[in-house]
């Protein structure tokens, strides 16, 4: 989990746009983040365990 101080202070406009980080939505967490699903690598595994992101099935070859 992301400290909320600085999940609140990112959520705001930034001054820079260079400033802005991508943050996971369920946990707030600023690495690992797969734009794709706009989650971290951590929750993206968990949910595609579950079988709840759509499309997303285990390699195997």
Known sequence: MAKTSS???FKRKQKYPTRHVNRCQLCGRARGYIRRFGL???CFREYAH?????GV?????
């Open 7 to 9: 999940i609140v202070k």
């Open 57 to 61: 099935t285990k390699a195997s070859w």
């Open 40 to 42: 971290c690598r951590l």
């Open 50 to 54: 579950r079988g709840e992101i759509p």
